[in-house]
């Protein structure tokens, strides 16, 4: 790979594909190993996973990625007075090609995430799939930028794989 193609980064692709569903797609320059593992070590998603450009900063991180675990993000934002946390169970994990985890911080609303890792060659793409309990759940999450931070964390992933490599 040139250096020209390497500033470029993948795109990532966000399209709601049903009333409940929204899927977001990236390629990433990386075997599934690597790129799953970024997903499931804590000390790695500590670096890509809260994007730096909207000032979003993690104060911990628990996981425990294995069908039946558990995880806690607790992310800080400096106009928000109190952290958030992110929390869930690991419905499915099957190294490296798929991963499905609840979103329980709504509440018994939850969000359920799908997550593979497709081998292209030396590549990876991604496909997350999040499931909403609701079209109206979807709606809101879109109207208030839910999927917003995503490709910065996406760039930032990006930066991570390209150390690792």
């Known amino acids: 790979m040139d250096a020209a193609s390497k500033a470029e980064p993948n795109p990532t692709t966000a399209e709601r594909t ?7 797609t990236r390629l990433f320059d990386a075997p599934p190993r690597l790129v799953f593992e970024a997903w499931t070590k804590p ?3 500590l670096r890509w996973w809260a994007p730096r450009a909207l000032g979003i900063s993690f104060v911990s991180c628990e996981i425990d990625p294995r069908t ?5 993000f607790v992310f800080r934002h400096p106009d928000a ?4 946390a992110f929390f869930g169970r690991y419905l499915e994990v099957v190294p490296p090609s798929r991963m499905v985890w609840t979103n329980e911080e709504a ?15 030396g590549q990876t793409l991604l496909t997350l799939c999040d499931r909403y309990p609701s079209k109206a759940v979807l ?18 992933l990006d930066e991570l794989l390209a150390e690792l490599g």
């Open 43 to 45: 000390e790695l998603l």
């Open 107 to 121: 509440g018994e609303t939850a969000q359920v995430t799908t997550l593979t890792f497709e081998a292209r060659g």
């Open 18 to 24: 049903s009333d409940v569903e929204m899927t977001v």
């Open 68 to 72: 039946g675990g558990s995880y806690r």
């Open 139 to 156: 709606d809101e999450a879109i109207a208030s930028g839910g999927t917003g931070g995503v490709e910065g964390s996406f760039e930032q």
């Open 81 to 84: 007075p109190q952290p958030m």
